[in-house]
């Protein structure tokens, strides 16, 4: 398998202390195609099985569709052959990406920085390794200590803890829960640096900005910035374009579940794969995996709490609504699609940036297993899927320039569908009145008794 996924060719790398394997994509490129007929589309499902190409978009070969993007990436020694067929078959392409190693070097830029890291300068727009970020993990709650607490969530295949951040303003009153997590494909890097940014902004603001402050009167926030941590640690040591976990498969011939398949939200029927060779394997049943696991079990036990689960993803620029595995809509659709359209805007406000909204298998393809669909199917109301940028420029290696306005304008629509929930669910704003404001809400209450009676 490997002789061909990646490129042919692995390098035994010195990084001090330890000997690692590092997978090479010098040359790799990736095209951008839209068929155009429907022999186009069967040559090229052809191509991409018979290569076992990375499909970046879409991510099975039978989801290829004429007048829809695909984007693959083509390892270095097959990029003429490739081109070749394309070109025999008619079917004209880009070049997106022309040498996927040049932005995975940008991506670790920084990875030499050795240990300058004190508390309270970490570098937000880099990607940062597991290892700085579980420092990050405890170093913040020991700089927060009035608000911020870790907390261990279950451990990986590999056995590495994985923690989730709590952060929580102590209070009598019993307030509602929004959850986030990050880094469940271990490639989609600029997720975790999301969380992590989520969380300092979070800290920055809640003493001066008068959102922030009344939103944490009522709701605790709990975000857990790497889920997948064997991938992710995998994607920094091996091979940077790395998406599922690391469970051994058919007797360690084949390792990965793609978490986002492993969910029991009618598991294995749609858009997933069944060859634990496939980027997109479902794993052996539902929950099979103990990251899996180890999510929903705790959501599980707090749902009746859990008014909103966010889920981080990239790349593509969509806010994803239930469901991925059926066309049918949830409930409270509209609703949903309102929340995530104005949150869009929101988003877009800042740099000009568009993001598609709607239902995974409407707007993309089906698929079976998201931890968003199974949030909603367990009673979580507010359920989202985001695909940060790009839009396949850099895909899945988006440079660390990037991290910052992503983060930024993310930010805004994250915090959009916050204050929606927040107006819902707590109409009368925050507990505390001030004298001023004391006279207004009496009288709001009285014409409001008067309105119910
Ligand atoms: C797995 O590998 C071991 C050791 O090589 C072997 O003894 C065993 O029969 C294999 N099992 C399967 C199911 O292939
Ligand atoms: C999955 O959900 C079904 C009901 O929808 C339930 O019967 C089953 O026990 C669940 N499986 C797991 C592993 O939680
Ligand atoms: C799984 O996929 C790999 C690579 O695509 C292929 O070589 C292998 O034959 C497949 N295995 C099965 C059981 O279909």
């Not at 009746?304 to 991925?324: A, F, R």
């Not at 740099?351 to 239902?359: F, L």
Request: include cysteine.
């Amino acid at each position: 398998m490997w002789r061909f996924s990646g490129t042919i060719f692995w390098l035994a790398m010195l990084i001090p202390g330890k000997l690692s394997l590092k997978l090479q994509y010098n040359g790799d490129q990736v095209l951008h195609i839209v068929p155009e007929t429907f022999q186009q589309v069967q040559h090229l499902q052809h191509l991409c099985s018979t290569l076992l190409l990375d499909l970046w978009k879409p991510w099975l070969p039978e989801d290829i569709q004429a007048g829809e993007d695909l984007h693959i990436r083509v390892p270095a020694p097959l990029v003429q052959e490739v081109k070749d067929s394309l070109d025999q078959h008619m079917i004209s392409y880009k070049v997106l990406i022309s040498d996927v190693q040049d932005l995975v070097v940008q991506s670790m830029a920084g990875e030499r920085r050795s240990q300058r890291q004190v508390p309270g300068d970490y570098v937000y727009t880099e990607y940062h390794p597991m290892e700085e970020i579980y420092q990050w993990m405890t170093q913040i709650q020991n700089s927060n200590r009035e608000l911020v607490t870790q907390h261990y969530l279950g451990m990986t295949v590999e056995n590495r803890p994985i923690y989730y951040l709590q952060i929580s303003q102590p209070s009598d009153k019993t307030k509602k829960i929004i959850w986030m997590d990050c880094g469940i494909h271990a490639r989609e890097w600029i997720s975790p640096a999301f969380c992590q940014w989520f969380v300092k902004e979070i800290l920055q603001n809640y003493k001066s900005d008068p959102k922030t402050s009344r939103f944490l009167q009522n709701w605790d926030l709990y975000v857990l910035p790497v889920l997948n941590v064997d991938g992710y640690i995998y994607s920094w040591e091996n091979d940077r374009l790395w998406r599922k976990n690391r469970s051994p498969h058919m007797n360690g011939t084949c390792y990965g579940t793609d978490l986002n398949r492993n969910f029991n939200s009618s598991w294995g029927t749609i858009g997933v794969s069944y060859n634990c060779s496939s980027q997109t394997f479902c794993g052996s049943g539902p929950e099979s995996e103990p990251e899996t696991r180890a999510v929903a079990q705790f959501i599980e036990r707090k749902k009746s709490d859990i008014l909103c689960y966010l889920t981080i993803h990239s790349y593509g620029q969509y806010i994803l609504t239930p469901y991925g595995y059926t066309t049918t809509p949830p409930s409270n659709n509209e609703e949903l699609m309102y929340v995530a359209e104005k949150a869009a805007a929101a988003l877009m406000g800042k740099y000009g940036t568009s993001y598609e909204v709607g239902s995974t298998s409407l707007i993309l393809y089906s698929n079976s297993g998201s931890s968003r669909d199974w949030a909603h199917m367990i009673g979580i109301p507010f359920s989202y899927t985001f695909e940060l940028r790009d839009k396949g420029t850099h895909g899945f290696v988006l440079p660390p320039a990037q991290i910052q306005p992503t983060c930024e304008e993310t930010m805004l629509a994250v915090t959009t569908i916050i204050d929606y929930v927040d107006q819902k669910y707590f109409p009368d704003g925050a507990v505390t009145l001030t004298s001023g404001s004391l006279g207004l809400s009496l009288s709001l209450s009285i014409v409001l008794t008067w309105a119910v009676a």
